[in-house]
């Protein structure tokens, strides 16, 4: 289970990856119902990783399209929280390996939610001239009532491939019709663009700048349109075409579909958020990126504020699923997952305030106003940090991706000092959901062993 649950007043919401979708009583942990994913898409062996989005009685959800066996396009689906029934889906994207791994926002009787695709991994299967490539990433509005594509804003142009919206959620401030996005890398660009890049030219002078890559982009929530956008990088395209290895599990030699050049693969892999400034004016929207860079721009204008890099990238973070923030602080999981390119040393992170250095993962707290880091606290087993964090009441809650130890931590907001752990017995890849002094974090990943569970911890 890697989704954060979504909870109401009496019921948590989550899906899991054998391919289920679930209700249990959050004050009980009895099940109310659960059903296939499969039954909502028609696509067999399909299953969702995202947290359902609520509105009303109404829960929506993306799914991943089926394994790869039979990938089919990506949907998005709408179901009745009371009975489990089916509302309605909608096809999202029209390219086979497509899939929804983002959760939606939902603001005015509308869904945003971005697409992604398995394009980039098949591209280390399928090598040219066998491959071709046929996805670009998109924002799309829903209807909540009806699943109608009210619209669909791309991120890249046509001509250019990748681009994908698939770090946990979005933001959006109603008052200013705005809904934040980020986005990927590229995974192939025209010729031109490398012919340019090659004989000497620059990003600015060889890339579209309709290209937005590895971007925080601001659209009008009614229609579409790219109020702004900004890069996290001058350029970046790659795609697993140009060789992976993860130790112990698999390795994949590079292959004729790498571009030349090539960048790091470091996509904005969570969704913006809003915080800081003086009430609603004067804001800032920013995002951790895969590189370990924390970004914060004007959400009116896109200008940088300021921008930290609090940990060393990879293919894998960085930082990447989702931070928190109580209004003053961010809280940051850092994975410092090395697998930059085909090579696999984590980096090493200065921890702050002196605390040396360490190859590991854990999180960080970093001034929401200036960027400064607060505090750096690496994970007590020594494993990657991947999971989306949540903050309450002064405590940040976190968990670690150890395979067989997979731990969920308390941390003190003003220090990083753990205050408790618990030996989930597998994999934690999951945010962890609070409410009425419970919280709510499932264990087992498909990147790891262990068990697929949903805990209740009280506060």
């Not at 296939?36 to 947290?51: E, F, G, H, K, W």
């Not at 980039?120 to 001239?129: F, R």
């Not at 829903?142 to 991120?155: E, P, S």
């Amino acid at each position: 289970m890697t989704a954060t649950p979504a909870l109401d007043d009496r019921y948590a919401y989550f899906p899991d990856s054998a391919g289920y979708l679930y209700k249990v009583d959050r004050k009980t942990g009895k099940l109310i119902w659960k059903n296939l994913v499969s039954s909502y898409t028609n696509i067999p062996n399909d299953y969702a990783r995202a947290t359902p989005a609520i509105s009303g009685n109404v829960l929506i959800l993306g799914n991943q399209s089926g394994k790869l066996s039979s990938p089919q396009p990506a949907q998005v689906f709408a179901v009745d929280k009371n009975t489990g029934l089916r509302l309605w889906h909608t096809q999202v994207d029209s390219t086979t390996y497509s899939m929804v791994t983002q959760s939606a926002v939902i603001a005015n009787g509308t869904a945003f939610v971005g697409t992604t695709s398995n394009e980039e991994l098949m591209a280390a299967y399928v090598p040219p001239p066998a491959w071709q490539w046929s996805f670009r990433g998109s924002v799309v509005a829903l209807d909540v009532a009806t699943g109608a594509i009210k619209w669909q804003t791309y991120t890249i142009p046509k001509g250019y491939f990748g681009g994908s919206v698939w770090g946990s959620t979005g933001a959006v401030d109603v008052d200013r019709n705005t809904v934040f996005m980020g986005s990927g890398n590229n995974w192939a660009v025209p010729q031109a663009v490398l012919d340019c890049m090659n004989s000497g030219g620059t990003p600015t002078s060889c890339i579209d700048p309709n290209d937005h890559f590895d971007s925080i982009l601001a659209l009008d929530m009614t229609t579409g349109a790219v109020k702004w956008s900004a890069r996290g990088l001058p350029y970046d395209t790659w795609n697993v075409g140009c060789g992976l290895n993860v130790p112990g599990v698999f390795t994949l030699p590079p292959n004729a579909n790498c571009p030349n050049p090539k960048g790091p693969d470091w996509d904005f892999a969570q969704g913006p958020m809003l915080f800081g400034g003086n009430g609603n004016a004067g804001r800032l929207v920013g995002a951790g990126q895969k590189s370990g860079m924390f970004w914060a721009f004007d959400e009116d204008t896109g200008a940088l504020r300021w921008s930290t890099q609090v940990a060393p990238g990879g293919l894998t973070g960085g930082l990447q699923w989702g931070s928190a923030n109580d209004g003053q602080f961010i809280y940051v999981a850092v994975s410092n997952s090395g697998m930059t390119g085909a090579g696999t040393t984590p980096g090493v992170w200065q921890l702050a305030n002196g605390g040396g250095t360490t190859t590991s993962g854990g999180w960080a707290s970093l001034n929401a106003n200036s960027g400064a880091v607060k505090w750096t606290t690496p994970d007590p087993l020594a494993s990657r940090a991947e999971a989306a964090v949540s903050v309450a009441n002064g405590v940040v809650f976190g968990c670690n991706l150890d395979y067989t130890n997979g731990t969920m931590y308390a941390l003190d907001s003003s220090n990083g000092k753990v205050l408790w752990s618990f030996n989930s017995g597998g994999a934690c890849n999951a945010g962890p959901a609070i409410a009425d002094g419970v919280v709510f974090w499932g264990s087992g990943s498909t990147s790891g062993p262990g068990p697929l569970k949903l805990f209740a911890f009280g506060l």
